[in-house]
């Protein structure tokens, strides 16, 4: 690939990458807010970020931590998770508009993470962003002919006339007429003006562009012609794209491979088939059952998320899905002092009480009545032991309206004692589809697992 001379615009060899191999890699990347970064931080970020309130004792929103991945280059990686997950904050951490707390960002072989301000200013011509509001990214005081030069001039590309030719040529390019140099940008439909964001992005002829959510705000329509002129300028400039999307539908069809996150974590990486007809992490499963069926004829709901997403100001032990997870792994037993607590629990039993734990925790209860309770989620007899001795005592806690004690037992006495609560999963399985590695933060796969990773 060739990039233009920062004075004339001539092309020039820069370090060749080639498709396949990573053009972008992330290690262990982390950014916590603490209260000043946060409120400092605050003028940078939009409302998947989070800023801390100003307490006398400042904590840590733990909004990216410990990320790793790759993009090679030539193909989109889409990012999707739900709202507030963290996923716009790691995009802006990569691209250092904030400064990670730690990690390493190597982009084309150098580390980003650790650029002087002014290389990073260089550098920063060849990764590009786009935003998902078309409308506030675009000064509406300026013509857009002047709007796409702008990089080129910040980067001293091109004399005055080769940018306006090239930037003419790239408004053709992106789908817009190049005679519509002079309008303003309040002349063009939201999908007009994000081609012209994204001619801006292409000006300075970068190698990675992020798109943060990019047709969100768009009609359905002007959607799928946003994302076919993406594919198409991908294929003509051998683009890598970065594509951050809560759809799950946008990113089946724009994608090759797919990170899912979950609160500050990646939990789930694979090839778009694998992870879409071969998903391995409950999370992704439950995000995979909520999208809506287009068949007027299936009035049934499909599996929706229960919960909230918890705070990263204090993210659960272990596994961050824990707490909404249908799938929490059966505790085996524990020492509690000098005492061994032991649990008989059949699997089945152990559904019983998981959803007897999920139903107290989420307050979805039709009668607080012990005997009821154990009738509706136990088929009326409680398991032996140490297990069925502490749900009776949460059961009574719930008839005596204290559900904040009965959730708290329950949580220290089986949750807590669950791997899932004890230990970070991270492991490497091997994909049915494609060749791609299929990574999968679950525990679920701890006895067949082909590689443990950590
Ligand atoms: S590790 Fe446990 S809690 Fe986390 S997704 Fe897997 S089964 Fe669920």
């Not at 918890?310 to 993210?315: E, K, R």
Request: charge should be negative; charged fraction near 30%.
């Amino acid at each position: 690939m060739a990039t233009d001379n920062q004075s004339t615009g001539e092309s020039q060899p820069r370090d060749e990458i080639a498709f396949g191999e990573a053009l972008l890699k992330v290690e262990n990347l982390t950014k916590h807010f603490t209260q000043s970064s946060g409120l400092l931080g605050g003028f940078e970020m939009n409302t998947d970020t989070f800023v801390p309130p100003i307490t006398r004792n400042p904590q840590k929103v733990k909004a990216v931590d410990d990320v790793s991945f790759e993009i090679r280059k030539g193909e989109t990686l889409g990012l999707v998770g739900e709202s507030g997950c963290g996923k716009s904050t790691l995009a802006r951490t990569i691209l250092r508009l904030i400064e990670p707390t730690d990690g390493t960002i190597h982009f084309k072989n150098d580390d980003l993470a650790g650029m002087s301000s002014g290389t990073l200013r260089k550098k920063r011509k060849e990764i590009q962003i786009i935003f998902q509001d078309p409308q506030s990214s675009l000064n509406p005081r300026m013509k857009i002919g002047p709007i796409v030069e702008e990089p080129m001039k910040a980067h001293g590309m091109y004399d005055s006339d080769g940018r306006e030719e090239r930037a003419k040529e790239l408004l053709g390019k992106v789908g817009l007429d190049p005679q519509h140099y002079n309008r303003y940008p309040h002349a063009f439909s939201g999908g007009q003006r994000q081609r012209v964001n994204l001619a801006r992005a292409l000006s300075v002829n970068p190698d990675l562009i992020v798109c943060d959510e990019p047709v969100s705000a768009l009609d359905v329509s002007i959607q799928a012609q946003v994302l076919n002129t993406l594919q198409e300028l991908q294929d003509e400039f051998g683009l890598t794209y970065l594509f951050i999307t809560h759809d799950l539908s946008v990113v089946r069809y724009i994608s090759d491979r797919v990170a899912v996150m979950y609160l500050g974590k990646l939990v789930e990486v694979a090839d778009k088939e694998e992870l879409f007809e071969n998903p391995q992490h409950p999370y992704t499963r439950a995000l995979l059952d909520s999208i809506p069926i287009p068949d007027p004829r299936n009035s049934g709901t499909r599996g929706v998320l229960e919960g909230d997403v918890p705070s990263p100001l204090d993210p659960p032990s272990g596994c961050r899905f824990r707490t909404r997870c249908p799938e929490l792994i059966k505790p085996e037993g524990y020492t509690d002092g000098d005492e061994y607590i032991e649990y008989r629990l059949s699997q089945d039993q152990w559904d019983q009480l998981r959803a007897c734990i999920r139903a107290i925790s989420y307050k979805k209860l039709e009668s607080y009545a012990a005997d009821e309770l154990r009738d509706r989620f136990f088929d009326g007899t409680l398991p032996e032991g140490h297990a069925g001795e502490f749900i009776a005592e949460a059961l009574s806690l719930v008839e005596e309206d204290s559900f904040e004690e009965a959730e708290q037992l329950l949580d220290e006495r089986f949750v807590t004692q669950s791997i899932c609560a004890k230990e970070e999963p991270s492991y490497e399985i091997e994909p049915e589809i494609g060749t791609s590695a299929h990574l999968s933060a679950c525990h679920l796969h701890a006895d067949d697992v082909s590689t443990r990773t950590e």
